[in-house]
């Protein structure tokens, strides 16, 4: 029954014909099955494995074990044999071979494990990440593989494979045989046992070295481009095509006066006026295009003061489509405010050469109607009616004299006689003139700060242009206030005389001059017209409007500079540098209080 159900034939038709035996061998087996019979003769016995071909065409494995029998003289008297059906075992053998051939073939490591951590099993990946040959990784455990402080990892994932089957992918530290470490992907499975064997558990690991080096590269090159990005003194915003704030640099935080996290998130629009506004939206449609420009834009400060910026945009493209700009965001409020100044500077040069060319031949014509006055005098001295009209003449021509004088300050066209001279003390003057003059309801303070107040110039001048700001104080307050004046020392402001002059060094520093009231400000437009000759904001008659235009000449003519603007809180704050001289008068003046009111 056994040979029917291997052999397909039955014993009978072997026992009938003797060399149907070798006829079931395949073909391809058959020699070599045939040639066993020299060594059965030989050894008496013989094992082999071949294959049968059936009567179906079904191919078989059989294991056989021949054995020959001899009588005492040493001859043959029988052959028997034991033939074992193999065939799914071979099947077996050559389905775990091909596993083995794909294992070694694969570029990632394969290993396999007993529950206890005894390696059963490595491919020569998994040997070769570790430095290592199969013959050393087999049947060690596997704590040879990590650090005392990668086991923990290890331990917990053994755990979560005993309880769940398996493990997610995971990143675990792997030590070589040399000592060196490096990170690898690895997923662990519990693998069941067969035919009574013990479960296992199966891992495979990817040595990720190059990724993490790639990586940590990626993220040294964005961290040396934030860095000097985060340190650029040019603003850098970034927006995608919906000009949605994507990223700005510190910069842009200090130019608008918001933090960076305000600003990410909300269209760039939001921080500038709608005239501006409709500017950058213009401009966005133009990146849209894939178009780059330079323009120039104001934004709107958190505490509502313009910011002047030039804008040097570029659209962002992946794979050929605009998916956003970005622009470098320079500072130009500073710039464009020198500039105003220079065209004021430049604007006030030419009108006070006009106006010196004005008085000098104004101021000739005076001088021969007040010889030819005095001269009337004389000859029509008892007739009183003549007498009072001449005086009327006189009075007028000295005032015009005086207009003359202003002018001629203005356009800088006077000699000074210039000597050191305590500022500190001018100030006491000015100061002790108003408090005898001004209305009581109006305060006089001083902040005289200044630990050199001593600068080169001409005591009269001076004391004239701080009595008229006095005076300019005084109108602007007519229901009361408080005036102050106070001194700092300073550094040169840029683009200042300081180099243009002959009278200071380079290096020279600078008294910080504030005269400062509460009275009701200038309107923003009028300020650019203040330092124009006969330009006034007082009623007809009530001003020539030469006060701070002969200020303006007097203070460019000793080295310095002098402003007019609001102050926060209101009223005006007129500021006037000097440049100090290096020794003070001879005399020393005495100690003054830092903060004296009355």
């Not at 021509?397 to 005086?402: E, F």
């Amino acid at each position: 029954e056994a040979v029917d159900k291997i052999y397909g034939r039955t014993a009978a038709a072997f026992r009938a014909d003797p060399g149907l035996w070798l006829e079931t061998v395949h073909p391809q087996d058959r020699k070599r099955v045939a040639a066993t019979d020299r060594t059965l003769r030989k050894k008496g016995h013989a094992s082999l494995r071949y294959r049968i071909l059936r009567p179906d065409g079904e191919v078989r494995w059989l294991h056989d074990n021949k054995r020959l029998l001899r009588d005492a003289r040493g001859t043959p008297i029988l052959m028997g044999g034991l033939a074992m059906d193999i065939t799914a075992a071979v099947a077996a053998e050559t389905s775990l071979g091909k596993f083995k051939f794909i294992a070694e073939q694969a570029p990632y490591g394969i290993a396999r494990m007993d529950t206890h951590g005894r390696v059963l099993y490595v491919n020569q990946a998994f040997a070769r990440m570790h430095g290592r040959t199969v013959a050393e990784v087999t049947g060690h455990h596997i704590s040879v593989f990590h650090t005392l402080e990668q086991m923990e990892t290890v331990k917990n994932n053994v755990r979560e494979v005993k309880s769940k089957g398996s493990t997610s992918m995971v990143e675990i530290g792997h030590v070589r045989k040399d000592g060196g470490t490096f990170p690898a992907l690895m997923s662990v499975w519990r693998v069941k046992g067969e035919k009574g064997e013990a479960p296992s558990i199966a891992a495979v690991a990817l040595d990720i070295s190059n990724l993490r080096q790639a990586e940590n590269a990626l993220r040294e090159s964005e961290e040396r481009y934030r860095t000097l990005i985060d340190h650029m003194q040019e603003g850098v915003w970034v927006i995608d095509r919906e000009a949605r704030t994507i990223y700005v640099n510190p910069a842009i935080a200090r130019l608008i006066g918001y933090r960076s996290e305000e600003i990410v998130g909300r269209l760039v629009f939001d921080f500038m006026d709608a005239r501006n506004a409709e500017i950058a939206k213009n401009q966005v449609r133009e990146r849209g295009k894939g178009i780059e420009s330079e323009y120039d834009l104001d934004f709107l400060r958190r505490d509502g003061t313009v910011v002047n910026a030039l804008l040097k945009t570029s659209p962002i493209l992946k794979q050929g489509v605009v998916v956003g700009s970005f622009a470098c965001i320079s500072d130009l409020t500073e710039k464009k405010k020198l500039e105003k100044n220079l065209r004021q500077q430049e604007r006030l040069s030419a009108i006070g050469q006009l106006a010196g060319g004005v008085a000098h031949d104004f101021n000739n014509q005076l001088t021969g109607l007040i010889a030819f006055v005095e001269l009337l005098k004389k000859r029509i001295r008892g007739d009183a009616t003549l007498e009072k009209y001449t005086g009327h003449i006189r009075t007028t021509a000295w005032k015009l004299a005086d207009l003359t004088k202003k002018l001629l300050a203005f356009s800088r066209q006077r000699t000074y006689e210039m000597k050191p001279l305590d500022l500190h003390r001018v100030i006491e003057e000015v100061v002790a003139i108003a408090e005898h003059t001004f209305d009581k309801r109006i305060e006089i303070a001083r902040d005289l700060a200044a630990p050199r107040p001593y600068v080169l110039g001409e005591a009269g001048s001076l004391e004239n242009v701080l009595l008229n700001l006095a005076l300019n104080a005084r109108d602007a307050m007519p229901e009361g206030g408080r005036l102050v004046f106070s001194t700092r020392e300073t550094d040169p402001p840029p683009g200042s005389q300081e180099a243009a002059s002959s009278l200071f060094p380079p290096g020279s520093r600078y008294l910080r001059l504030t005269v400062r009231d509460t009275g009701t400000g200038i309107a923003p437009k009028l300020l650019p017209l203040v330092f124009e000759p006969f330009f006034t904001t007082k009623a007809p008659g009530k001003g020539t409007g030469m006060g701070l235009s002969a200020a303006y000449g007097t203070i460019h003519s000793h080295g310095g500079e002098i402003a007019v603007e609001n102050g926060p809180d209101g009223g005006v704050v007129v500021t006037i540098l000097l440049p100090l001289a290096e020794a003070g008068p001879a005399a020393a003046p005495p100690a003054l209080p830092v903060e004296k009111s009355r």
